[in-house]
């Protein structure tokens, strides 16, 4: 959860970069996960858009996310290349079972079967 301090000598847009780095760094942001809108984002913490856009500008220059226009702001596959690729392929499984509709404790369970070799 993203929480704005207005009361904080550190600025919002800081703030809200700090926040979404370690998002991403825990894991809990991975990669191709879509970021909020700038303007739905700012709604949502009570910012003005040009917080948020400052916000994503700087977390692109630094490559934790990708701005791909109409599609969005994603978070960028962080890590050396095989780890890249691994978040990528996480990534897209997690879309598929969900467009499916699969149980995500049945789908963990068939990568859990899947990385033991079963």
Not at 44 to 73: C, K, Q, S, W
């Amino acid at each position: 959860m993203l929480v704005i301090n207005p009361k904080s000598p550190v600025p919002p847009f800081e703030q809200l970069r700090l926040q979404l780095i370690e998002q991403v760094r825990s894991g809990e942001l991975a990669a191709g996960t879509r970021l909020p809108t700038v303007r739905r984002l700012a709604e949502d913490l009570g910012i003005a858009p040009n917080t948020v856009a400052r916000t994503y500008r700087e977390l692109e220059a630094d490559g934790f996310v990708e701005t791909r226009g109409r599609n969005g702001t994603l978070v960028s596959p962080q890590g050396d290349p095989s780890e890249l690729q691994g978040q990528l392929a996480a990534r897209t499984y997690v879309e598929r079972v969900r467009a499916l509709g699969i149980d995500p404790e049945v789908a963990l369970g068939w990568v859990t079967k899947a990385l033991a070799g079963g």
